[in-house]
């Protein structure tokens, strides 16, 4: 098998494990262990604390002493142990422990099978701008293959998603063993530990803009959290309306929520034209104003006829959200930084975001929506009206506080970064 595809079903099964519970988990602890929203929060924040070190520490070792592909196959192995386990957990901070053991083993497998895939490409004389971004779809398919699994056999209030993900993470870590293997790199002996951890990219605070930029890295990483921490528990309130039991909303909503990500792929190749034309500022503000749009029509949304074309566009909606910030953040980040300090820097952004943006984000949401949580019954729409409202405040100071000249000519050198 070519090389390309054998990184395809990697990339496929990388995020056909996340997909398996990411967005549905939350709905099983609610509905099913009857957690409270800040207990939920609590669990869903062992990603952030997970984002904040494990992906440098990790990818330390992986440079410097592990192959890349060896590392991977344990961290996956170690996922499958812990997801087994985690279906048979039923007490909320148990469940965190446990759920934060297997953050730390898999957050830091995202950026381990880029690298895995880049360095396999490059064996193999292959383009890495040109043939990567293809087999990073497969993720995106897999993720979105796995919610539907979920959904169509109901599974979305059972602990079988879990079951599920430590099936695939298992057949992910045995099949990584037949991957090439990545070298590690040699020693530089002028090398200190502030370049080995990647600390070398603070200096970037140094510049008053990328504070700025940063502080609304994390500000946007929190609202990215609240959507894939709360979305499908609302999805399945709509069973206590009687007259919704039977909707498609209701007995499906994992697969609703998957065109979520089918728009994320329509939206990532409009980034490229997007960024030149009107720049980062532009955009970062569209995305705000985007994830403002989707928190308002999910809470006037409903599973009439009407309120379903709401609930449609809001997942339509989240593909501008997600990708205008995320990546085009990203790309934003590589135009900005000197070759010395890019990598370190894209690692900083990721700390930011889904470090702690994502940790605060889970925290602070789950206390929200316990705030509007009366009888065991929780007010949806005050709910989403109020992280609305968060994301509309923060493009109002967007505007005002960050400054950024947009040059056409400098940001028409950009690629396709993933």
Request: aromatic share 16%; proline share 3%.
């Amino acid at each position: 098998m070519k090389i390309v595809n054998r990184l395809k079903i990697v990339s496929f099964l990388q995020y056909f494990i996340w997909g398996s519970w990411l967005v549905t988990l939350s709905s099983y602890m609610i509905n099913t262990l009857h957690f409270t929203g800040a207990e939920v929060g609590i669990v869903y924040s062992a990603n952030g604390i997970a984002a904040l070190l494990m992906p440098s520490i990790i990818g330390i070792i992986a440079d410097k002493w592990v192959a890349a592909n060896r590392l991977f196959t344990l961290c996956h192995l170690i996922c499958a142990g812990v997801l087994f386990y985690a279906a048979s957990v039923q007490e909320s901070t148990f469940m965190f422990w446990v759920m934060l053991v297997n953050a730390m083993a898999f957050i830091p497998t995202i950026a381990l099978s880029n690298s895995i895939s880049y360095s396999c490409l490059e064996q193999n004389g292959l383009d890495t701008v040109t043939s990567f971004p293809p087999i990073r779809i497969f993720g995106t398919i897999g993720f979105i293959v796995a919610m539907w699994i979920i959904s169509l056999f109901g599974f979305e209030l059972s602990n079988m998603q879990l079951y599920i993900a430590a099936t695939a993470s298992l057949l992910l870590s045995l099949y990584s063993l037949t991957m090439p293997t990545i070298s590690t790199a040699k020693k530089k002996q002028n090398q200190s530990w502030i370049n080995m951890l990647g600390l070398d990219a603070f200096v970037l605070f140094k510049k008053p803009n990328m504070v700025i930029f940063f502080i609304f890295a994390i500000m946007l990483g929190a609202t990215l959290q609240i959507s894939n921490t709360f979305s499908d528990p609302y999805l399945h309130d709509f069973a206590l309306n009687q007259q919704y039991q039977d909707s498609f909303v209701v007995q499906f909503p994992a697969i609703l929520l998957s065109v979520s990500q089918m728009a994320e792929v329509i939206f990532i190749l409009a980034i490229p034209f997007f960024l030149k034309r009107y720049g980062i500022k532009n955009i970062m503000l569209i995305s705000m104003l985007a994830w403002t749009l989707r928190f308002t029509l999910l809470a006037f949304g409903n599973p009439s006829p009407f309120g379903f074309v709401l609930l449609l566009t809001a997942m339509l909606v989240y593909g501008c959200a997600f990708d205008f910030f995320n990546i085009s953040g990203s790309m934003f980040l590589d135009r900005e930084t000197s070759s010395d300090i890019r990598a370190s820097a894209q690692g900083l952004f990721m700390t930011m975001v889904n470090g702690i943006g994502a940790y605060v984000g889970s925290i602070i949401s789950g206390f929200i929506v316990d705030y509007f949580t009366t009888d065991g019954v929780k007010d949806w729409q005050m709910i989403w009206l109020v992280f609305a409202s968060y994301t509309l405040v923060q493009a109002v100071l967007f505007v005002f506080i960050f400054r950024y000249k947009h040059n056409p000519e400098k940001m028409s050198e950009i690629k396709m970064i993933h």
